[in-house]
């Protein structure tokens, strides 16, 4: 698949004119870097999709995955999840980038392997172009076509990545959803809590700097800042396991944000769910991808400004099943 050219993608997006309404969504693309979702003058999503360069080590390690980034719900200046930073200490495990989803043990074929998640061994995933989009004054959708290749550089899964975005409020609510399939007699997609399924990375700011303050709001009530939870093969701790929904508040940018990350009870299961301090949280599983059974998953992200009760995690929840 060909990307298409900037003057097919600026209509196919329907990049702002003079005639966008002040309050509409729209698109604004900065070509070969990322695309925009705004709301009227606010930049509320940020889909990264830099065409994968492997030309150096560095240079793969920046663009080895497409992913998403949030900005702040009221005034859109501020970026609350990480980005494609170097792969150097000033940086914390900088592989972890805004909303995105991968696993880190990928078998296929004869005795073949691939790790989406970190990028080795020239393993990566690719954007290749938008199948379509939508905007109008309620929400903004886009639908990309991404491809998973392996070491040898050969594709073996395609991916088709649907986020939909809308204001409410004081916030931001983010539908993503995929269909993960292949061509080949099987792919294994297994990994680990903290390197495979799909995830939330906060921005730099929290690893750096407010990690200790960082708290998650659960279905069984709000745990203590610094203190987290995940899935350990030797401790099969039930409170890790099928979480309906998890919550993290975190602090940046001198303010406190909460981010609610909501689990499709039609998702595969048994989902082992894995939370840190500095900012990233998420939950995976094992799936067994076949021409005959595509991985099919859906979530929900909401995120605004201040904190959360377990009842409004709970109400949100529920909107989203019932929506469906």
């Keep these: 698949m060909k990307a298409l050219s900037a003057f097919a993608f600026a209509v196919l997006v329907g990049v702002a004119s003079a005639e966008t309404p002040k309050g509409a969504f729209h698109f604004a693309e ?14 509320v999503l940020r889909f990264v999709n830099k065409p994968r ?16 980034q949030l900005f702040d719900p009221k005034t859109g200046e501020t970026l609350l999840s990480s980005g494609a930073h170097p792969n150097v200490k000033e940086y914390l495990f900088p592989h972890h980038r805004g909303l995105f989803f991968g696993f880190n043990k990928i078998s296929y074929g004869e005795k073949k392997t691939a790790d989406i998640w970190h990028g080795t061994n020239n393993v990566y995933s690719s954007f290749e172009k938008m199948i379509a989009t ?9 639908t990309a076509a991404i491809s998973w290749h392996g070491s040898d550089g050969e594709t073996f899964a395609e991916e088709e990545r649907e986020v939909t975005v809308r204001s409410i ?3 931001t609510e983010i539908d993503w959803s995929t269909v993960l399939r292949t061509k080949l007699p099987k792919v294994r997609l297994d990994g680990d809590p903290q390197h495979a399924g799909f995830h939330f990375r906060a921005t730099q700011e929290v690893s750096k700097t407010t990690a200790k303050q960082t708290y998650y709001l659960r279905p069984d009530g709000k745990g203590k800042e610094g203190e987290t939870r995940n899935w350990e093969p030797k401790n099969k701790d039930a409170k890790t396991i099928g979480l309906p929904w998890n919550a993290m508040s975190f602090v940046t940018g001198g303010k406190r944000y909460t981010s609610l990350r909501i689990n499709h009870p039609s998702n ?5 769910g894995s939370e840190r301090d500095y900012g990233r949280f998420g939950d995976y ?3 067994d991808l076949t021409p005959a059974t595509p991985l099919k998953l859906k979530y929900r992200v909401w995120v605004q400004e201040g904190e959360m009760t377990v009842e409004q995690c709970e109400a949100k929840a529920a909107a989203f099943v019932k929506a469906d």
């Design 30 to 43: 900065t070509k070969g870097e990322y695309v925009d979702v705004m709301h009227g003058e606010r930049k």
């Design 53 to 68: 360069d492997g030309a150096t080590k560095e240079s793969h390690y920046l663009s080895f995955k497409p992913f998403h």
């Design 134 to 142: 939508k905007a109008d004054n309620k929400q903004a959708s886009h």
């Design 169 to 171: 409020g004081d916030g």
């Design 268 to 272: 595969p299961k048994e989902t082992r």
């Design 285 to 287: 599983f094992e799936f």
